[in-house]
């Protein structure tokens, strides 16, 4: 991916021109946030999430107030993680992009 933005990555200007042609709206979160969701799911589910995957919840968790009262589900994917991050995330720390 190109370019850095909060920590992180920036996404692909034409992915992110087909989604939002469909998408009700779009969120970024940073890295941090990320990780922490992904700590966050592995530590109340047991399942295991690649960072990418945690982003859904990541958004979520950001929007809390937002959902507060509301039914909502987000789709996780992915458990791809290799070693060294997740031993970061793990950690409580945020691995490097």
């Known amino acids: 991916m190109q370019g850095q933005h909060h920590r992180g990555r920036e996404p692909d200007g034409d992915a992110v021109a087909i989604i939002a042609r469909g998408a009700a709206r779009l969120a970024t979160v940073p890295d941090d946030e990320t990780a922490a969701a992904m700590r966050l799911m592995l530590g109340a589910t047991h399942n295991l999430t690649e960072l990418a995957g945690a982003l859904n919840l990541a958004v979520l968790m950001r929007a809390r107030d937002l959902q507060r009262g509301r039914r909502v589900g987000v789709v996780l994917s992915g458990g791809n993680v290799d070693a060294s991050?997740?031993?970061?995330?793990?950690?409580?720390?945020t691995p490097a992009p």
Request: glycine share 12%; no cysteine.
């Open 85 to 93: 991050a997740l031993a970061e995330v793990l950690a409580g720390r």
